[in-house]
C-alpha cells in the first residue's frame, strides 16, 4: 500500500480560515498521509509562535452565524472584532475543539512538513524569528515538487 | 471485549479523537486492543475510516449511555 499524499495551500490568516488547514492536515496525517502544508500571504500568520492575534471579523462576513442580526455599521464598531473573535474561541472551547495552538502541535508531532513562502515572508517584511521553528522556507516552485505529486491538493 | 489499552476522548470534537487514537495504537503491540470511548457523534463514521484507510480493524462501534465505545485492533 504506497503512501497517500497531500498539499494543502493555506492562504488565508483569521481565525474562521486558520482551522480548516490544520484539522485537514492533521486527519490525513492521523490516517497516513504523507502531509505538506504551504503557507503563503496570509497563512504566514498561522506560522507566528503567538497565535493569539489570529482573529475574526464580524464585518462583511455575512455567512457567519450571528447570534443576533447585526446591521453593518454595528459590526464595524470598535471592539466588535475583539468580541466577535471571543466569542467564537469560547464557542470553540465549549465544544471540545482543539485550540490552533493545539492543533499545529499535533501536526507537527505527525510530522506534517511546514513550508513558508519565502516571496510573502519578504514582501510582508515578516521576522522569522516570530515564526515557530521548524518550518522550511521555499518558493512555489520547489512546493510543486510535493504538489505534483500529491492524490490530494488543496487550496485555502 | 477484551481490551489492553483504554482512552477516553469524551467532549473532544473533529479531528481530535482519530488524532488521539493514531497516537494511542502507535504505541501499542500489533494485536492489542484499544478501547475509545466518545462523545462525538462523527466519531461512528470517523473510526471506521481510520480502520479501512489504515489497515487497523475495528471490532466494535456501540453506543452506551449517550457515548460511543470503539474496540480497535491494531494491525
Known amino acids: 500500500m504506497t503512501t497517500k499524499k ?3 495551500i493555506a492562504t488565508k490568516g483569521t481565525l474562521d480560515m486558520a482551522y480548516p488547514p490544520f484539522i485537514l ?3 490525513a496525517a492521523a490516517l497516513g498521509y504523507e502531509v505538506q502544508i504551504f503557507f503563503t500571504f496570509y497563512g504566514l500568520q498561522l506560522l507566528r509562535k503567538d497565535l493569539s492575534d489570529v482573529m475574526i471579523s464580524p464585518l462583511a462576513n455575512p455567512a457567519m452565524p450571528m447570534p443576533i442580526p447585526m446591521p453593518v455599521f454595528v459590526q464595524m464598531l470598535p471592539g466588535m472584532e475583539s468580541m466577535a473573535t471571543m466569542m467564537m474561541k469560547q464557542k470553540l472551547k465549549k465544544h471540545g475543539v482543539a485550540s ?4 499545529r502541535e499535533m501536526c507537527l508531532d505527525m510530522d506534517v512538513k511546514f513550508v513558508a513562502c519565502q516571496m510573502t515572508v519578504d514582501l510582508f517584511e515578516f521576522d522569522k524569528a516570530e515564526f515557530i521553528g521548524n518550518v522550511e522556507y521555499a518558493g512555489a516552485s520547489a512546493f510543486f515538487g510535493f504538489a505534483g ?3 490530494i491538493c488543496l487550496f485555502v | 471485549m477484551n481490551f489492553d489499552k483504554e482512552f477516553d476522548a469524551s467532549g473532544m470534537s473533529c479531528p481530535l ?3 488521539k487514537t493514531k497516537k494511542a495504537l502507535a504505541d501499542m503491540e500489533s494485536g492489542k486492543v ?3 470511548i466518545a462523545t462525538d457523534v462523527g466519531a461512528v463514521k470517523d473510526m471506521q475510516a481510520f480502520a479501512d484507510q489504515t489497515g487497523n480493524t475495528l471490532l466494535a462501534s456501540s453506543e452506551a449511555g449517550g457515548k460511543f465505545v470503539f474496540f480497535m485492533k491494531k494491525k
Open chain 2, 34 to 36: 484499544l478501547k475509545v
Open chain 2, 17 to 19: 479523537p482519530i488524532v
Open chain 1, 25 to 27: 492536515a492533521s486527519t
Open chain 1, 100 to 103: 490552533l495552538e493545539e492543533l
Open chain 1, 6 to 8: 497531500m498539499a494543502i
Open chain 1, 149 to 151: 505529486e500529491t492524490d
